[in-house]
């Protein structure tokens, strides 16, 4: 790859000057309050709902409603969007890494990974990581499509599956409204795991074999949820020893919400039954959580495994 492609690739992800001089705010950021986000979700819980009911009143049968390669052409849109959101918050953290450093000495920040996971006190929601996470906000109503494909082709609509979606879009906001410490790592990691997902998903999806290629996913998975618990525990750290970290209400308030969902019997696939049974399960309900989905969708995995 050529320096020219690198330096241009560098340029509009991470130096662009609408992404350098982005900043959240009610006048210049689109879903960016909080009569948005309510209505939005309610919106979201109230489509599925209905296409549901209607569906399970008109279809008498089992059969789905075609959707032909729909679902595989927005498994690829967010498979590319995550792995573009990777890149961009990637480069955006280093550039403001570069460009912020000398004024740590004002703060109890000494090395890049504090920063990364504990934003000094009075940071605000402007400039390159805050845009990629506002693109990855933005996203979060992309995947609530994913509920409607699932209820057009199987007529089902899991509880767990709205509560997932809807704790994701609300966290998200959490984020930019509260300049919330750790969702730097936090967008990695996620847009890291649904790269792979989606893109796997869009490749089985047209009848490409992939019957090996799930356990190399629930790995990758099981590592990041590992990384994760040990973040969450630096941040607490870093708050309690270092002179407080930015948003850490929010914070707070994100862990709980990511670990609520992990309780109820029945959480991601409907024919998971044995959600609760077995070493590896209980292993994933003794850690910190992704952000909630991915939580699901690794254990659907599991059992599956398990069963096999």
């Given at each position: 790859?050529?320096?020219?492609?690198?330096?241009?690739i560098?340029?509009?992800?991470s130096?662009?000057?609408?992404?350098?001089g982005?900043r959240?705010?009610?006048?210049?950021?689109?879903?960016?309050t909080?009569?948005?986000?309510?209505?939005s979700?309610?919106?979201?819980?109230?489509?599925?709902?209905?296409?549901?009911?209607?569906?399970s009143a008109?279809?008498?049968?089992?059969?789905?409603v075609?959707?032909?390669?729909i679902?595989?052409?927005h498994?690829l849109?967010?498979?590319?969007?995550?792995?573009?959101?990777f890149?961009?918050?990637?480069?955006s953290?280093?550039?403001?890494?570069?460009?912020?450093?000398?004024?740590?000495?004002?703060s109890k920040?000494?090395?890049p990974?504090q920063?990364?996971?504990?934003?000094?006190?009075g940071?605000?929601?402007?400039?390159?990581?805050?845009?990629?996470?506002?693109?990855?906000?933005?996203t979060?109503?992309l995947?609530?499509?994913?509920?409607?494909?699932?209820?057009?082709?199987?007529?089902?609509?899991a509880v767990?599956?709205?509560f997932?979606?809807?704790?994701?879009?609300?966290?998200?906001?959490?984020?930019?409204?509260?300049?919330?410490?750790?969702?730097?790592?936090a967008i990695?990691s996620?847009t890291?795991v649904?790269?792979?997902?989606?893109?796997?998903?869009?490749?089985?999806?047209?009848g490409?074999?992939?019957?090996?290629?799930?356990?190399?996913?629930?790995?990758?998975?099981?590592?990041?949820?590992?990384?994760?618990?040990?973040s969450?525990?630096g941040?607490?750290?870093?708050?309690?020893?270092?002179?407080?970290c930015n948003?850490i209400?929010?914070w707070?308030?994100?862990s709980?919400?990511?670990?609520?969902p992990?309780?109820?019997?029945?959480?991601?696939d409907?024919?998971?039954?044995?959600?609760?049974g077995?070493?590896?399960?209980?292993?994933?309900k003794?850690?910190?959580?992704?952000p909630?989905e991915?939580?699901?969708?690794?254990?659907?995995?599991?059992?599956?495994?398990?069963?096999?």
């Amino acid at each position: 790859m050529s320096t020219a492609l690198i330096n241009s690739i560098t340029y509009f992800l991470s130096e662009h000057p609408y992404i350098v001089g982005f900043r959240w705010s009610n006048s210049q950021s689109w879903g960016s309050t909080w009569s948005f986000l309510f209505t939005s979700i309610s919106l979201y819980i109230a489509v599925s709902s209905s296409l549901h009911i209607l569906l399970s009143a008109v279809r008498r049968s089992n059969r789905s409603v075609p959707l032909g390669h729909i679902p595989e052409i927005h498994s690829l849109l967010m498979s590319i969007l995550s792995a573009t959101i990777f890149a961009g918050i990637l480069l955006s953290a280093a550039a403001e890494i570069r460009d912020t450093r000398w004024l740590w000495r004002r703060s109890k920040t000494a090395t890049p990974l504090q920063w990364l996971l504990c934003f000094p006190l009075g940071t605000r929601p402007s400039g390159r990581v805050f845009f990629w996470s506002y693109v990855f906000y933005l996203t979060r109503f992309l995947h609530m499509f994913r509920t409607i494909f699932a209820v057009l082709r199987s007529r089902r609509l899991a509880v767990s599956q709205l509560f997932c979606n809807s704790v994701m879009a609300f966290t998200s906001f959490l984020w930019l409204e509260f300049s919330q410490s750790y969702q730097i790592l936090a967008i990695l990691s996620t847009t890291l795991v649904y790269s792979v997902v989606y893109g796997y998903r869009f490749w089985t999806g047209f009848g490409l074999p992939g019957s090996a290629f799930p356990s190399f996913v629930v790995n990758c998975q099981l590592v990041l949820v590992g990384c994760n618990l040990v973040s969450h525990a630096g941040v607490l750290t870093m708050h309690l020893f270092k002179g407080g970290c930015n948003g850490i209400g929010a914070w707070g308030l994100n862990s709980v919400l990511n670990d609520i969902p992990q309780y109820p019997p029945k959480c991601g696939d409907r024919g998971n039954k044995g959600l609760h049974g077995g070493s590896w399960t209980r292993m994933i309900k003794s850690l910190y959580s992704l952000p909630s989905e991915n939580a699901f969708w690794i254990r659907g995995k599991i059992i599956k495994s398990e069963k096999t």
